[in-house]
């Protein structure tokens, strides 16, 4: 079928579009079960209106494969104004096609597995400086001190600095971060305008250490070195502009997505004590001696299992649930047209909870990704907490990384407990982590 026999034939998705101008984006940003609702009522596609455009939200793993397999030829990359313009015109997520790839092979040489071995012995010394710190505060509200550790991680590997101890620089980060999904207005109150004004403090200050790194001999022993170094199949270097808004993507990445997924790892184990037996177990059987390498880490299955669903039940995505593209030609899915200039939205949250897929989706269950049992892999793009396609997360393998380390010297040493009478409902702002931060009390293993 032709594209304009389809826009003819077909109708369009059922749903709302909601208010006039503003649509449904208030419900859509306030509502974590929106589109779990919608699901429900109308199907894996049905279309609303957000952030100021006509959108179609596509939920499930067939929906998935339709939107990352035909990237570039139906869809590119779309996201919200406020999102576009804090990332900035230069930083991967907004760069498309030809350029978008290029971009992102030479950027990929900061993550390759070479790479990765020179991190793990000094992460290893990152992460027992903060185990030992939380042991001697005894209780604590986790989010808050996550937040600092991966703020820290993020600095020595991304940008090479210490900087993680300048607490302006990272108040500054909190503000760009809760502003990159909001309305773009330019009003002095608003969230938008606070992390636009936050976002020109934060490149001035990379913009000073990359001058500074400018001035040295050359080092690869981070991301920004490595950038610094690349050069694409031209022999062309980054651009100042582009190394500064590249850094800042990566820098927002690996410390908002890496804080809520460690959050939710010790939310879910502290609540399943099972499972943390299960873990400490493993780590007994296998008898690593510390200091811990890459190949240590690649033997422990279970703990594999176990981050995977902390990953499914409770993916680290923006409060959006997913990722935005644009419609840059008409297509059509599920027997319903998506018009030309729509936005198109896909789901992470939604669909990782598809009973089609996952039994009992709502159940914390390590073991549904046990090779006996795989449920993951009976449809392509079924788990997705890191995209897919060719815009899947690029530092994916140092996240993986980051993640199995800390879980691994966790769970080896401390047991924790959470502390009575918190709220732990599960809020999407900036990423997903609860309402009251996690508090515990935390103590080594006799």
């Known amino acids: 079928m032709t594209t304009t026999q389809t826009e003819r034939s077909l109708a369009l998705p059922p749903g709302n579009f909601g208010l006039p101008l503003i649509g449904e984006t208030i419900s859509f940003l306030r509502d974590p079960s929106f589109s779990q609702k919608r699901y429900k009522r109308y199907g894996p596609i049905f279309k609303t209106h957000l952030f100021g455009r006509p959108t179609v939200v596509l939920i499930g793993a067939e929906a998935n494969r339709f939107l990352f397999t035909n990237e570039n030829q139906y869809f590119s990359v779309g996201w919200p104004g406020s999102t576009k313009i804090l990332f900035g015109a230069s930083s991967l997520v907004s760069q498309t096609g030809d350029e978008h790839q290029k ?57 090479g600095t210490d ?7 990272e108040e500054l980060f909190k503000d760009y971060s809760n502003g990159i999904f909001s309305f773009p207005v330019r009003l002095p109150w608003t969230r938008f305008s606070r992390a636009l004004g936050c976002r020109k403090q934060l490149l001035v200050k990379i913009e000073e250490i990359v001058r500074q790194r400018q001035q040295q001999p050359n080092t690869n022993e981070d991301a920004l070195g490595i950038m610094m170094q690349a050069r694409d199949e031209d022999g062309n270097e980054l651009s100042l502009q582009e190394l500064k808004e590249q850094v800042l993507l990566l820098m927002f990445a690996g410390h908002e997505t890496m804080t809520s997924a460690l959050t939710s790892f010790c939310l879910l184990l502290a609540q399943h004590p099972e499972v943390l037996a299960t873990a400490r177990a493993e780590q007994q059987q296998l008898g690593f001696e510390e200091p811990l390498t890459l190949e240590h880490l690649k033997q422990m299955t279970y703990l594999e299992q176990v981050l995977k669903e902390v990953l499914r039940i409770i993916p680290p995505v923006p409060p959006v649930g997913g990722g935005f593209r644009e419609t840059i030609k008409p297509c059509e899915f599920n027997g319903y047209s998506i018009p030309q200039g729509w936005n198109a939205l896909y ?31 009976s449809k392509l793009f079924s788990h997705i907490p890191f995209g897919g396609g060719v815009r899947e997360c690029i530092g994916k393998e140092f996240a993986k990384l980051e993640m199995k380390l800390f879980a691994a010297l966790l769970v080896r040493k401390y047991e924790w407990e959470l502390l009575p009478e918190q709220n732990l409902d599960i809020v999407l702002m900036p990423l997903a982590h609860p309402r009251d931060g996690l508090q515990v009390k935390l103590r080594r293993l006799v």
């Open 347 to 377: 789901q992470i949250i939604t669909t990782h909870k598809d009973s089609r897929v996952y039994t009992q989706p709502e159940r914390f269950d390590p073991q549904r990704f046990a090779p006996e049992r795989a449920e993951d892999k």
């Open 103 to 159: 971009r992102r092979k030479l950027l990929s040489q900061a993550f390759q597995s070479r790479t990765l071995v020179k991190y793990v012995s000094s992460m290893a010394d990152t992460i027992h400086s903060y185990l030992h710190k939380w042991e001697n505060m005894g209780t604590l509200t986790w989010y808050a001190e996550l937040k600092k550790y991966t703020f820290d991680v993020a600095c020595k590997f991304i940008i």
């Open 163 to 169: 900087v993680a101890s300048d607490n302006h620089f």
